[in-house]
């Protein structure tokens, strides 16, 4: 019997026989080349790529913090508070005048320059009312609704000046002024106003909580009060003596310490829980700082004084126009600034 081999020979001969083992082990080497995709487009530069895996965004580190200006005027600008925010002694305006305007709200209060500074993308509102304590921030006052409604969680600033009215010093500055055979002196009204002060220690965070709650994103910039006595004798004929002059401005010092210390409190609240927000302080104790009652170009008004009802105007002892201008340099610097610390 005839081997395939000889066979192929006979046919082929020994030349065919040499080319055909040669195909054989070509395609031997060549077919499982093909078969494999990668392999193949390395050996015949087909063109193709092995494909890469999918690459996904990191969604913490594609997340980009907002700038404080960024933060701020994302949504809505409130102004609240009470007089200094309303800018009660800072009138321009017949309007401004009005005895019978409720909340004495001027066209020279610091939330105008504010609003001009910035664009917030929601638009600003005014909201401040004189004589405003805590209990009429969450209340309401003269007819209007509370002040804490009027902000929402679109709301992305808040600036506030609370707590002067709560420690009574509107009467603790007319008892000081307005002096009876019957009345204390002036520095003798301290264990009124520590007692006043206390209380606020405990109602002002609570307040504090409770706008953050409603204005989760806001950044809320809060203030405390400037000194107001230049500290020298012979203040406008007010009455008012050197030693009542550094009591009363210690007092205001002592109320922006407290005030500090709830707004950087409030704040930790917030960061500790990975907040958006924030609870910011402007200190405005030395705003005045050579423009006090008593200099030559006072920022704040002296004793404004009603003959009869024989009591001190409202007006007294508040910012003037040059004042609320300083305040709100202020509030604009703070605003760009911001907490000191990442905003989400």
Known sequence: MISPVAWVRGRLGERGLALAVLVGLLAL???????LPAVRCEVFGAGCREP????????VAARKEPTPVEAATRGSYVALGDSYSAGLGAEATVADKN????????????????????????????WACSGATITDFLNGRSGEPPQLGRISPDTSLVTLSIGGNDVGFSQVLSGCVVKMPWS?????????VAGRMAELRQSLPD???????RAPRARVVLMGYPKAFSEVSGVDGDNITVDDQRWLNARAYD???????????????????NGQGSVEFVDAY??????EVGSRDAYMNGLLLNLSAFSAEPRSYH???????ALAGLFVEQIKKGPGRPLA
């Open 255 to 273: 109320l922006s310490r407290l005030i500090r210390a709830s707004a950087q409190e409030a704040d930790a609240r917030i960061a500790a829980r």
């Open 99 to 126: 005895p019978l305007a409720r909340c004495h709200r001027t066209s020279k209060a610091y939330y105008h320059e504010v609003a001009r500074a910035f664009r917030f993308a929601k638009g600003t509102s005014f």
């Open 286 to 291: 030395s705003a005045f700082a050579g423009h």
């Open 184 to 192: 204390r002196r002036c520095t003798r009204q301290g264990e009124d």
């Open 207 to 213: 307040l504090l909580d409770k706008i953050t709650a």
């Open 29 to 35: 080497a060549v077919v499982p080349l093909v078969a």
């Open 52 to 59: 890469r895996p999918e690459l996904r965004a990191d969604p």
């Open 319 to 325: 910012p003037t126009i040059a004042g609320q201008r």
